[in-house]
């Protein structure tokens, strides 16, 4: 018997059908997959489950009953719980604040026996968080924590979790992976959202592959004992997804470094709070090449990229820029810090030249300018839509930070800061934004490329940078470093081997 049955669900945006007659059944006890490329159809589909929409067509069952679910209150009420990529939190209240928000009735809160409650439930979920803390003020990681607490807080039975372990660190993906398990053995529904495959089929019981709105594939996970079926299996799961051949393993040229672009001495930058959060940071970034910041989320690396871009004032030491050169940035949350969301692709493409020749002339916007560079723009990033005036905040993941990267790439900058550049995207379109940044690096850019994910740092960097409570441990080959030393640095192992520049 399902726990979640969706029947025919069908839902349009327009002339644009987001969800194409997709019927999907839901076990008890299981942990459920979808996947998908950016903007497949798995958000629209998560949030019809969740009561956010409301489907054109189809039907939805639960415990073998047909349901209505028309708001977040009542697929709450009914027991259905959803994580979002993009946090739904209120960055002025407490951890404990956003978490009971909405859970109580009564006009007088305890807020002392709240705050107990919270962190008696992170501990015993292993993701810690001080209940106290205004949640602006936290990382990344951090606030991903609190929306997996928000609803472990209301007991939900099914839960469905978007891509909840992006900006995890590996000792709390593997927290949670422990957890899940025991909730699905426990009887409760799970369907888990990922552009990781391995984790994937390290977890997952069934998977259902969506592409363009469609289900193309539902399958039991196989996994064998032999790695070339799982690296097959993997291939297969890849290809299904975008519908072509992808490349999961990237070949990069060798490096040829030039002249330095970038030196930085002593750096020490504080975040919004005061508190320094970058300590000493010495190094030397030379066109042609690429160094990637590794370490676990809140180590100062977001106070690094805002230094590097002239975003944050600097307490103490000097970054010095070689000649004058364009920077290029790419920040760590598209939606909040790399798009308007409220402005077209088209307007979006123009925020650091709006004012220059030829979109501006005699202080009058030149729309035609505009319209014709977002349609070159579109078509070299393949920014998928129906055209340059759509909003983007009507466009998937993947294709917001298109729109980023055709912007920040515009004009072949010399330096380029990229902060968590694949976060959130699908195989396909992570493979697109490394092949493009590779080429910048090809044509001789610098590029600083920071990364939670150690594996992707590795296959992207030509040296290795591992940062932990704000230092840099070390700078390592890109070439000869492994996973087992860096990961070793990023947990502040060796700290007193000092620096190789």
């Known amino acids: 018997m399902s726990y979640l049955r969706l029947e025919g669900i069908t839902k349009c945006f327009g002339t644009f059908i987001a969800n194409d007659n997709i ?23 998560l949030n019809i489950i969740s009561g956010l929409y409301q489907p054109d067509a189809g039907q939805i069952y639960l415990q073998e009953k047909p349901v209505q679910l028309d708001s977040p209150s009542t697929a709450i009420r009914l027991g259905i719980g959803m994580i979002h990529q993009h946090f739904m939190l209120v960055p002025r209240l407490t951890v404990t604040e956003n978490i009971i928000l909405g859970t109580s ?33 936290l990382p990344v990681g951090t606030q991903q924590r609190v929306e997996i607490l928000k609803v472990l807080y209301r007991k939900a039975n099914l839960l469905i979790l978007d891509e909840p372990t992006a900006v995890l660190t590996l000792p709390e993906i593997e927290s949670l992976i422990r957890i899940l398990r025991q909730l699905a053995a426990d009887g409760h529904t799970i369907i888990f959202i990922s552009h990781k495959l391995d984790e994937v089929m390290n977890l997952c019981d069934t998977v259902t592959v969506l592409r363009r709105g469609k289900v193309v594939f539902q399958s039991v996970i196989e996994i064998s004992t032999s790695p070339n079926h799982n690296i097959l299996y993997r291939q297969q799961l890849a290809q299904l997804m975008v519908g072509r051949e992808v490349t999961l393993e990237l070949k990069k040229s060798p490096a040829s470094r030039g002249r330095v672009v970038l030196s930085v001495q002593g750096l020490q930058v504080a975040d919004d709070r ?13 066109s042609g090449e690429i160094l990637g910041i590794a370490g676990v989320d809140g180590n100062g690396q977001r106070e690094l990229a805002d230094a590097m871009t002239r975003l944050r004032t600097i307490k103490q030491g000097k970054i010095e820029f070689h000649g004058e050169i364009k920077v290029g940035y790419i920040p760590e949350d598209r939606q909040k810090m790399g798009l308007v969301m409220q402005f077209s692709i088209a307007q979006n493409l ?13 202080f009058l916007l030149q729309g035609e300018a505009i319209k014709n560079h977002a349609k070159s723009a579109m078509q070299l990033f393949d920014i998928r839509t129906t055209g340059e005036d759509v909003k983007v905040s009507q466009l998937s993941g993947g294709n917001q930070q298109k729109v980023v990267l055709a912007r920040e790439l515009a004009g072949e900058p010399m330096l380029i800061v990229a902060m968590q550049p694949t976060r959130g995207l699908d195989v396909g379109a992570t493979e697109a934004v490394q092949r493009r940044l590779l080429a910048e690096r090809d044509r001789g850019a610098a590029i600083l490329y920071i990364s939670t994910e150690l594996e992707e740092i590795m296959t992207m960097s030509d ?4 940062m932990y409570e704000g230092e840099f441990v070390d700078i390592l080959d890109g070439a000869t470093a492994t996973l087992e030393e860096v990961g070793f640095l990023m947990g502040g192992g060796g700290r007193e081997l000092g620096v190789r520049s």
């Open 463 to 466: 040296r290795i940078a591992v």
């Open 23 to 45: 019927s999907i059944n839901f076990e008890p006890g299981k942990i459920h997959a979808i996947l998908g490329e950016n903007g497949a159809g798995k958000t629209t589909l």
């Open 105 to 137: 009735k009564h006009w007088r809160l305890n807020l002392r026996q709240k705050h107990q409650e919270i962190a008696a439930l992170s501990q015993a979920y292993g993701l810690e968080v001080d209940p106290t803390v205004q949640v602006g003020n």
């Open 350 to 362: 123009i925020l650091k030249a709006f004012q220059k020749q030829p979109f501006c002339r005699h």
């Open 274 to 286: 005061g508190v320094i959060t970058v300590r000493n940071v010495s190094f030397e970034l030379r």
